[in-house]
């Protein structure tokens, strides 16, 4: 079934119906990556590394989001 054909077929439901869908599609979009869960904490452990070795030079907070304000 394609993409098309089950939003016809879902938007045929009742509205208590399609309420139960899409709160459990946003529920899946909410379930972290274990993969991605993975990289990013190896990164931050080599980073974490880095700096406590000096080769990596660390910037405050604010240098950080001074230009999200």
Do not use: C, H, N
């Not at 139960?20 to 990556?33: R, Y």
């Not at 274990?34 to 080769?55: D, F, N, Q």
């Amino acid at each position: 079934m394609s993409t098309r054909e089950l939003l016809e077929e879902a938007l045929k439901l009742k509205a208590d119906e399609k309420f139960a869908i899409v709160e459990g599609l946003l529920k899946s979009l909410d379930e972290p990556d274990a993969t991605l869960e993975s990289i990013w904490t190896e990164e931050a452990e080599k980073r974490l590394k880095a700096y406590r070795e000096g080769k990596l030079k660390g910037i405050s907070m604010e240098e950080a989001f001074k230009d999200w304000q």
